[in-house]
Antibody
Framework: EVQLVESGGGLVQPGGSLRLSCAAS????????MHWVRQATGKGLEWVSG???????YYPVSVKGRFTISRENAKNSLYLQMNNLRAGDTAVYYC???????????WGQGTLVTVSS | QSVLTQPPSASGTPGQRVTIPCYGS????????VNWYQQLPGTAPKVLIH???QRPSGVPDRFSGSKSGTTAFLAISGLRSEDEADYYC????????????FGGGTKLTV
């Protein structure tokens, strides 16, 4: 059974940093692109970053330079290092597996990040 | 503001058919596949339609997808109360501002 379990969320002050983790199991992690998608309370989905199987990484303009996605295939783990956090980054962060393109076929349960003083 | 535009809400009565549009451009919907997600309250999104019109196993055939030019559509026929959820379209974008785009979401009320 495919499972994605996020961790690392919490309360952080504006300007602070946080590192999210996603533990994957039940599939060959190294063979899939992996992504982070976030959702602010009551708002829609927003793609945050992607990590390809070849080590390539992708970001939207809104987080580029502040967020860094990485993966450790030996540990079946995906990470998101978030720096210089802002109130607008407050959201539930989901880890998602990409079967292909934007087909996110499995999602974790999400981890809540709150940026507030 | 999402580059993929959906109406914020839609509604229908049980048994009816509802269509949700997703408006994009040549750099996303016009040149890439569209996927649709259903999100029930308090849960993670679930893929409903992929590659414009393909249903994953387990998704009822009441759900269908289509695409015409730069607009994609999700149709739900034989509406049921359990279809009440948020629906999102998604597509890859060929521009440099964002590679993956989600629509703003449509809240369906049955």
């Amino acid at each position: 059974e495919v499972q994605l379990v996020e961790s690392g969320g919490g309360l952080v002050q504006p300007g602070g940093s946080l590192r999210l983790s996603c533990a994957a199991s039940g599939f060959s992690f190294s063979r899939y692109d992996m992504h982070w998608v976030r959702q602010a309370t009551g708002k829609g989905l927003e793609w945050v970053s992607g990590a390809g199987i070849s080590g390539d990484t992708y970001y939207p303009v809104s987080v580029k330079g502040r967020f860094t996605i990485s993966r450790e295939n030996a540990k079946n783990s995906l990470y998101l290092q978030m720096n210089n956090l802002r109130a607008g980054d407050t959201a539930v962060y989901y880890c998602a597996r990409a079967e292909t393109g934007t087909l996110f076929d499995y999602w974790g349960q999400g981890t809540l990040v709150t940026v507030s003083s | 503001q999402s580059v993929l535009t959906q109406p914020p809400s839609a509604s229908g009565t049980p048994g009816q058919r509802v269509t949700i549009p997703c408006y994009g451009s040549t750099s996303n919907i016009g040149s890439n596949f569209v996927n649709w997600y259903q999100q029930l309250p308090g849960t993670a999104p679930k893929v409903l339609i992929h590659k414009n019109n393909q249903r994953p196993s387990g998704v009822p055939d009441r759900f269908s997808g289509s695409k015409s030019g730069t607009t994609a559509f999700l149709a739900i026929s034989g509406l049921r109360s359990e279809d009440e959820a948020d629906y999102y379209c998604a597509a890859w974008d060929n521009s440099l501002s964002a590679y993956v785009l989600f629509g703003g979401g449509t809240k369906l009320t049955v």
